[in-house]
């Protein structure tokens, strides 16, 4: 199963995922993130039952991580339609939590370069990042 993904999020659709993102998403730590951020942990759930939805009627489920990545293609486009600064805010912080689970720093630059179709600039990501 494919999912099509909105051409403004395949940047940073596709650089999360070659970052890992899916594991980071079956993780306790997202989970734990989730408990503390009930917007987003609604609409990652929304998200899943959708594609859990999916794979069964179409019956190309090829595992977990499929469905993953598949969730996490509609939960980019659930989140967008919040409009474009709670878009920020929210994905800003999942990268950050998920950062933080791999030791590793979030690299704003990377994050600016995937974002440019979604024309955020950078200096709106840095505030937006330092706000949180």
């Known amino acids: ?3 099509e993904i909105r ?9 999360l995922l070659s970052e890992k993102i899916d ?3 079956l993780s306790k730590e997202f989970k734990e993130f989730c ?13 899943e039952n959708y594609s859990n939805n999916m794979s069964f009627l179409l019956y190309s489920f090829r595992g977990k991580g499929e469905l993953i990545d598949i969730s996490f293609g509609i939960f ?3 989140l967008l339609s919040l409009g474009k600064e709670k878009f920020l805010e929210f994905i800003l912080n999942i990268t950050k ?5 791999k030791n590793k720093e979030v690299n704003l630059t ?3 370069k995937n974002f440019k179709s979604l024309n955020y600039t950078y200096e709106e990501i840095v505030e937006c990042y330092n706000k949180l």
């Open 1 to 3: 199963m494919k999912l």
């Open 7 to 15: 051409k403004d999020l395949r940047g940073i659709y596709n650089y």
């Open 23 to 25: 594991n980071y998403l």
């Open 35 to 47: 408990d503390k951020n009930i917007e987003i942990k609604d609409i990652w759930k929304e998200s």
């Open 76 to 78: 980019l486009e659930k």
């Open 97 to 101: 939590d998920f950062f933080n689970s």
């Open 110 to 112: 990377d994050i600016h």
